[in-house]
């Protein structure tokens, strides 16, 4: 039987965080990566807001 020494936590908010923080509390080396999607460029981001009526 093989034993768990390293972990990977893809993720870095609050869940994965904390998961990271309960495996290295066990003693495992963990690692964690954030993955966020690429920023839209300035001028789409004004496209995604709510327009409001006069």
């Known amino acids: 039987m093989s034993t768990i020494k390293k972990a990977a936590v893809i ?3 609050i869940m994965g ?3 990271a ?3 290295a509390n066990a003693g495992l080396d963990v ?3 954030c993955l966020q999607a690429p920023s ?3 001028s ?3 496209s995604d807001r ?3 009526s006069a």
Do not use: D, E, V
Request: hydrophobic share 30%; charged share 20%; aromatic share 0%.
């Open 21 to 23: 923080a309960h495996l």
């Open 44 to 46: 789409s981001a004004s």
């Open 31 to 33: 690692r964690r990566k």
């Open 40 to 42: 839209k460029p300035a």
């Open 17 to 19: 965080s904390g998961i």
């Open 50 to 52: 709510p327009t409001t």
């Open 11 to 13: 993720g870095a908010g």
